[in-house]
């Protein structure tokens, strides 16, 4: 497929799907409704990416597309987009995306301190960031006909498994995110260590009331996402993991503990990622 060069967050419906259909198409042979292609910037479907982004954060935080360019003009040739298909529908059902670098320069480390009264230089100390690979997760969107029952979990679940795979193959060391609420206690729920960035406590963040900046170092989370499930499934014992004592008895433990097997082990979603080199 051609490349194209420009940042666009406001595609309309018949261009994503023709988007979506010239890419089926050049991947034919795929099992299963969905599938995660990961491709560069400047790939087709990053503009898929980009516009489902802008759908996400304008419904939820009234974030339109003139905010979108404005935030990530700085950051648009290190971005890497994980496209989650709907092969039945040729639609997308949710895009992630990740911003490279090694500290400074990604956009939670540039945009943490104005809120955590905290600079660059002393978070990245904080977290021992002293120029290894690392990912900022900045995006991880699902669209409103996706969210709820199976094809939640189903998407949810292909999306992040997408950065654990992705990111080992890429050699990352650490992560940092910015999370609202909801982002947050997903990603807690998947035994995912996330630490307060320098310290800090939630904040207010682009129409987010509730915001937290988090870092989390990359080696061992898939382990640590398996083994939660394992715990919530009674295969392994509790110990002193909280959030798994937390959920134990709430009716969501066996969807929390299906998700933590496929983020963690890949097991029946890894043929379902597609790398767009």
């Known amino acids: 497929m051609p490349t194209t060069t420009e940042a ?22 795929r099992t299963g409704r969905f599938i995660s292609a990961v491709v560069g910037n400047d790939h087709p479907l990053a503009n898929v990416g980009r516009t489902v982004e802008r759908l996400i954060f304008e419904e ?51 945009d943490a301190p104005a809120h955590i009264g905290v600079d660059a230089e002393a978070i ?11 990912w900022d997760y900045t995006t991880v969107a699902v669209l409103p006909q996706y969210r709820g029952g199976q094809s939640q979990l189903t998407v949810s679940s292909l999306m992040h498994r997408t950065f654990l795979v992705a990111g080992a193959r890429a050699g ?25 960035l320098a310290g800090s406590g939630p904040f207010a963040y682009l129409g987010s009331a509730e915001n937290r900046a988090t870092y989390c170092d990359f080696p061992g989370l898939a382990e640590d996402i398996a083994a939660r499930g394992e715990r919530l499934l009674g295969t392994r014992p509790i110990g002193d993991d909280a959030g798994a004592q937390a959920l134990f008895d709430e009716p969501i433990r066996l969807i929390a503990a299906r998700a933590c097997e496929q983020v963690g082990t890949g097991r029946g979603i890894d043929e379902h990622i597609i790398f767009v080199d």
Do not use: C, W
């Not at 990245?124 to 690392?134: P, V």
């Not at 990352?172 to 307060?196: E, F, K």
């Open 60 to 110: 939820a935080f009234g974030n339109d597309v003139s905010v979108m360019v404005a935030e990530y003009r700085r950051y648009e040739d290190r971005s890497l987009f994980f496209v989650i298909i709907d092969g039945d529908e040729g639609v997308p059902a949710g895009a992630g995306r990740i911003i490279e670098g090694t500290g400074i320069g990604l956009k939670t480390v540039d």
């Open 124 to 134: 990245l100390a904080a977290h021992g960031m002293t120029g290894a690979k690392a």
């Open 172 to 196: 990352v060391r650490h992560v940092v995110t910015m999370l609202d609420r909801r982002a947050y206690r997903n990603m807690a729920m998947l035994g995912i260590n996330l630490q307060p």
């Open 8 to 29: 666009r967050y406001d595609l309309d419906h018949a261009e994503v799907q023709r988007r979506v259909a010239a890419f089926l198409a050049a991947h034919p042979g």
